[in-house]
């Protein structure tokens, strides 16, 4: 079973800065099984980036999502104070299986 | 507007048994795989478990398997969760949630139903 270790585990950050998200998989997994989705509170989480680097319907270009083997990562240019929240990288392969990291908090002071 | 509606959640003692459904509407249900991910409080997500479009594959995780069913009725665009022999630990919000691709990313999700596991 792969498992994903995202950090840092809380990331305070000032409007205008850019957020770089780590996600790192226990072994080497494909670029079109990585995703990413963002959780504010009180709200189901929802698909920010798909196959490692595809923009989810409706996600602005700030988003982006890069990496390959066992290191990925989401950067946030210019972040806007709706953009705290929580942040879950997701592995999915042809097992089926489907695993989250534990998440990464995105504070704007 | 495509949109999925859990309902069914709640207060059940340990032991006890719930059943969780999901109403899809705005788009077609058969085709897609579907998954319930659950969410203990102040935690992260967890994935529990998925069915295929036609319902013959199902898969759970570790933690659920035995105690949990997954189903579902295309006919009525609703997925299903059947929880038995209900934990403390159980305690969540239960996400239904649409595959976008079979397998996939997950990319559409309902609000969420409490389950509490309490005696």
């Known amino acids: 079973e792969i498992v994903l270790t995202q950090s840092p585990g809380t990331l305070s950050l000032s409007p205008g800065e850019r957020a770089t998200l780590s996600c790192r998989a226990s072994?080497?997994?494909?670029?079109?099984?990585l995703a990413w989705y963002q959780q504010k509170p009180g709200q189901a989480p929802r698909l920010l980036i798909y196959t490692t680097s595809n923009r989810a319907t409706g996600i602005p270009d700030r988003f982006s999502g890069s990496g390959s083997g066992t290191d990925f990562t989401l950067t946030i240019s210019r972040l806007e104070p709706d953009d705290s929240a929580v942040y879950y990288c997701q592995h999915y392969d042809n097992s089926p299986s489907w695993t989250f990291g534990q998440g990464t908090k995105v504070e704007i002071k | 507007e495509v949109q999925l509606v859990e309902s069914g959640g709640g207060l059940v003692q340990p032991g006890g048994s719930l059943r969780l459904s999901c109403a899809a509407s705005?788009?077609?249900?058969?085709?897609?795989?579907m998954h319930w991910v659950r969410q203990a409080p102040g935690k992260g997500l967890m994935w529990v478990s998925h069915i295929n479009g036609d319902g013959r594959t199902v898969v759970y995780a570790d933690s659920v398997r035995g105690r949990f069913t997954i189903s579902r009725d295309n006919a009525k665009s609703t997925l299903y969760l059947h929880l038995n022999s209900l934990r403390i630990e159980d305690t969540a919000i239960y996400y239904c949630?649409?595959?976008?691709?079979?397998?996939?990313?997950?990319?559409?999700w309902g609000q969420g139903t409490m389950v509490t596991v309490s005696s």
């Open positions: 705005g788009y077609t249900f058969g085709p897609f795989w």
């Open positions: 949630i649409r595959d976008r691709g079979n397998p996939d990313s997950f990319d559409l």
């Open positions: 072994q080497s997994v494909t670029s079109a099984s």
